[in-house]
Every structure is written in C-alpha cells, then in structure tokens.
T-cell receptor
Framework: TQTVSQSDAHVTVFEGDSVELRCNYSYGGSIYLSWYIQHHGRGLQFLLKYYSGNPVVQGVNGFEAEFSKSDSSFHLRKASVHWSDSAVYFCAVRGTGGYKVVFGSGTRLLVSP | EAAVTQSPRSKVAVTGGKVTLSCHQTNNHDYMYWYRQDTGHGLRLIHYSYVADSTEKGDIPDGYKASRPSQENFSLILELASLSQTAVYFC?????????????FGPGTRLLVL
C-alpha cells in the first residue's frame, strides 16, 4: 500500500525566507514522486517530479525537491519565497507499474510580507 | 497547452436528487480521473478510465457512477445525492506512458448538497 505523509499542515514564513515542505512516503517498489501546488479556488498544478537520476530536481518558479531513498522522503524547497507562493502544496506518489496517484494531505504555506 | 475543463463550476443540489458533473479534456490523454477533496484533506480517487466506454472504480466509488462516452469526455454521476457528498470535485487527465505521469487538473466543481 502506498502512503504519503506531509507532517506539517501549515507553514508560515516571511517573504524572502527559505522554506522546506516535508514529504515522506511508503512504497515497496519503484515510484514516481511529484509535487503539485493549489492556489485558493483553483485546481492542482504540477511543480516537479522525480523518477531516477540526480536526486535533486528543479521545478518551476525556483522550487526544487530532493529525493532520499534512505529516508523515504521527497522534500520541497525554495531559497527565497514570494507572497505569491502562498498556496497548498501536495506531494504525490505513483508506482511505476500502476496508474493510481496517491496524494498527501497537503501543506498550506503562508508567506507574510 | 493542455487543458481540462469542468462544468458546472459550482452547484447546489437537494438530498436525493441526481447530479451530473462533466469534464472535458483536449490533451489527447487516455487516462481520466475523478477525485474529491474535502476541506483540509488531500484528494481521494472516486473513478478513473483508461479508454472510452470503460470506467474503473477508485478508492471511494460508493454513491458515484462514471461515464466515458469519448476520449475527451468523462462524467461523474450522483444518482441520489447525499449530504456527505458535499465537497469539491476535480477531474484530471494523464498519460501514464509518459515518464512520471503528470496529472493535469481541471478547476474543480464545488458541490453543496442540502
């Protein structure tokens, strides 16, 4: 059974701060890992994904995520956040042999000016 | 650009009534999905489809039916709407053959059952 855990329901930072949003997963095989962003009242939008190779992947708008097999983690980071980064961020995992994507419960990021 | 549209964007329904939510994609994707999102929670898969005229049950299919009349269109049907089905519903499409399987989401339909 695939599970995705996002331990922080809410994160608040100031504009210009760095931020890390945590994601841990449980799955027994090869997987795809992704992050999505959801602005208020909108659908989810893809940020970045990892399948293999360099464990640090770059996404849009300065986001990056790092895969760690030993920690079963795929944390999302940004060096300097902007107020427009305020949104809910979802981590997602899919087995390479399957179709179903399992989403975490989301982390609401609030960037204060 | 890939696009998924949903209609209606919001709906108020009465308990016991029938509700149909529609989804249309122009991505030429074979896979389409229906999710529900409850306040403060992630997404849960209701039904999905990988080919026209065929649908499959997801994790929470009870109380919902789905219909895929064409590659582009995927509907979610609540035959007898209940209070517990108040939620935001998202449709998505994807191409699992594409490495990483990015999902493209519609804007959502906010359903309130009274």
């Amino acid at each position: 059974t695939q599970t995705v855990s996002q331990s922080d329901a809410h994160v608040t930072v100031f504009e210009g701060d760095s931020v890390e949003l945590r994601c841990n997963y449980s799955y027994g095989g090869s997987i795809y890992l992704s992050w999505y962003i959801q602005h208020h009242g909108r659908g989810l939008q893809f940020l970045l994904k990892y399948y293999s190779g360099n464990p640090v992947v770059q996404g849009v708008n300065g986001f990056e995520a790092e895969f760690s097999k030993s920690d079963s983690s795929f944390h999302l980071r940004k060096a300097s956040v902007h107020w427009s980064d305020s949104a809910v961020y979802f981590c997602a995992v899919r087995g390479t042999g399957g179709y179903k994507v399992v989403f975490g419960s989301g982390t609401r990021l609030l960037v204060s000016p | 650009e890939a696009a998924v549209t949903q209609s209606p964007r919001s709906k108020v329904a009465v308990t016991g009534g029938k509700v149909t939510l529609s989804c249309h994609q122009t991505n030429n994707h074979d896979y389409m999905y229906w999710y529900r999102q409850d306040t403060g929670h992630g997404l849960r898969l209701i039904h999905y489809s990988y080919v026209a005229d065929s649908t499959e049950k997801g994790d929470i299919p009870d109380g919902y039916k789905a219909s895929r009349p064409s590659q582009e269109n995927f509907s979610l049907i609540l035959e007898l709407a209940s209070l517990s089905q108040t939620a935001v519903y998202f449709c998505a499409s994807s191409d699992p053959g594409q490495r990483g399987d990015t999902q493209y989401f519609g804007p959502g339909t906010r359903l309130l059952v009274l």
